[in-house]
């Protein structure tokens, strides 16, 4: 050991001695030092050459470590320009060919200029030992004193090094020796390597050391420390749980920690996502608590889960508007027949935001509460029976807006997490389908369509149309704060709008956060044009047929409309055109294979096909469709006294109903059968009551009313009834039984009835004109303070029909029952 510390300081002396060009030996993946010895394995064949060369010369070659270490020969260019000359000791052949060869390193050196690449690689040098001019010799000895500190401090903990090591770098007195002997022998990343041996201050490259080795003793205190607290009797767990402690400090020396790669991505997407500045805070208070954690603590995953949600929501992502609105209009009406209403109620939607954003008043501060203002309208609420296309006209309303289009269905929604979402104390927790739904949508400001809001329940786990009055109310919603993520979301850009068929079963204050745009059925003629112009194209595609295939004409659609449907939408006229074009589709693919078997028996791989077209008329319908579900007989049912023809609305659009009466002998009792509800019940007990009072003016013989029992039946008896509205209806029908007076077939009837014999306004007319017209009735019975109302009738309509408005009982009385 002493002898090779001689050799180091005769090394010294000898290297002013050194010749300026040399051959230069790149180095791939390793680093000399200046009086280190250093084994090397040659194979490359100019590296072969090189080494033959030198070794019958001087023995003196160039070690500089190459810029591409996948490079077998570099070129200059590909090399480092500081370097270490190194004499040749030894050069050993191997059966293969390749050197085994055994150098010492004597001192840096800068290249001035490459000399030649062939045979190999020579350059000029300029001899660069470590600059110690600016460097005191007390600075010089308490950092060449420091490093041997380390040095035995390290040795302490790798038992595998001998105490020699530490004894030899005591004698040695050089600072230069004792700091590349050191940094020869100690774990070092390659980069910080070079950097000691590209570094020109002396002082500077043994401040560097200091560094490195304080570091390396850390993680070795550390290891020590690790093993002595898992000492003794370790399980499977406990040996898991220290070799991965063992394994995170190895890493963690090495800038290789997974887990710290997965923080500083989470951090990363924290602060690239866009969130508020609340919401940040929150992100990275959980994502701390998530570094202090074990991977194997239960809640680590549930951190981590939270940090994914909220880190991938759409916080400041905003699809631009289309706010043409000619464009619009023509995808509305596209899309869409008739539904005027509507499309002109999103073409102000848009027209608002348009001026907004042109005039810049979206810039302007808002006044406290007027946060829906930005927003640009309110929430709608289409209500309508089914088959209308609601859900539909959602769709279309995004695609004119350009905006992404994402639904929710509330019907039969009981738990109010479903809106708010879960706290996260549960297993399993999730944010509220609200939040979900952004998420998938990747926006701020989608069209979301709330389906069948009138169809919520509630139960012990909450009331969902309480959450929904935050979500659907433009001052607060700009702040709605999800259970799951407990922080606040801005739901002000999104367009909600919600579908229902009836008004009724949707709580009020939850209604009056809404505007509410209504749908009412088609008329026969619209729901022809709307078969004309969408349903038969759209079931001709998905049956598979080609236009000339099938045709249609006006009657064969309307026998279709009357005899095999009764609703106000068109759900299932496009139903029964379906199974009109599968019955010929069945047809035409029958007509293929006889031409297919046709000609393979006749030899002819060419095969033609005369195409038959099958229209949609009268004959072809009652053919393909079967027998007619439906049938209004009116004439047949009216023609006994005692029976009238009254209108009424349902949760699926306007309907046709029959009241019946009956008289017995009894005692004066009234019997209600139909599943009536109370206010209905009223309603007959005022008829009836109303008729007793006036049966002399009424041409009604009070003896048919005394000591007799009178039965009223609304059919469909397991179908429930309620409202005032039939309250003329009944007092016709007792009339007419007791007069023995028919009620004309053609004539429907609407109105409440009072005491005193006045006919008041009713709700819900156009539902229950339009059933009435496609009922096949000519003649309406109304109040006339609904007379406003007929405005809203299709012109269509309104010529078909003769409207009679009334204001007492006698009116209708008048209109209703035949002359005897």
Known sequence: MFSLLDDMISQTEANEFLPTKIPILPLRGTVAYPFIILPLSIGVPRSVRLIKAASQNDNIIGLIVSKEPDVDEPSPDQLYKVGVVARIHRVLRSD???LQVIVQGLERFKIRRWIEEDPYITADIEISPDAIANASESALEA?????????????????????????????VEDPRIVMYTTASNLRMEFEDRLDLLFEDSLQGKMTNLVQIMSRELEVLEIGQQIRSETQGELDKTQRDFYLRQQLKAIQKELGEDDEQAINIEYREKIESSGMPEDPKKEALRELNRLEKLQPQSAEYGVIQTYLDWIVELPWNELT?????????????????YDMDDVKERILEYLAVRKLRSEREFDQEPLEPGREQDRAGGSILLFVGPPGVGKTSLGRSIARSLGREFTRMSLGGVRDEAEIRGHRRTYIGALPGRIIQALKRCGTRNPVFMLDEVDKIGSDWRGDPSSALLEVLDPQQNYAFRDHYLDVDFDLSEV??????NTRDTIPAPLLDRMEVIQLDGYTEYEKVAIAEGYLIPRQIKANGLL??????TQAGLRQIIRDYTREAGVRNLEREIGRFARKVATKVALRHDDTDSASTQNGHNKKTILTEQTLIIPDTVREFLGKPKFFFEAAQRTEIPGVATGLAVTPVGGDVLFIEAARMVGKDRLTLTGQLGNVMKESAQIALSYVRAHAHELGIDISKLNEADIHLHVPAGAVPKDGPSAGVTMVTALVSLLSE????????????????????PIGGLKQKTLAAHRAGLT???????????????????RQDLTFHLTEKIDEVLHHALRTV
């Open 779 to 797: 003649t309406i019975i109304a109040p006339k303070r609904n007379e406003p109302d007929l405005d809203d009738l299709p012109e269509e309509v």
């Open 320 to 336: 631009d508007d289309n706010l043409n609105i000619s464009n619009a209009r023509d995808v509305l009406n596209t899309d869409h």
């Open 547 to 552: 236009p000339d295939e099938i045709g249609y």
């Open 741 to 760: 007076r028919p009620v004309r077939a053609e004539v429907g009837m609407t109105g409440e009835v009072s005491l005193q014999g006045q006919v008041l």
């Open 143 to 171: 950092l060449r004193r420091r490093i041997v500190e380390l040095s035995n401090d390290i040795v302490e903990y790798l038992p595998q090094i001998p105490n020699e090591v530490s004894q030899f770098l005591d004698q």
């Open 96 to 98: 293969k060919g390749s």
């Open 495 to 500: 367009m909600f709008i919600a579908t229902a």
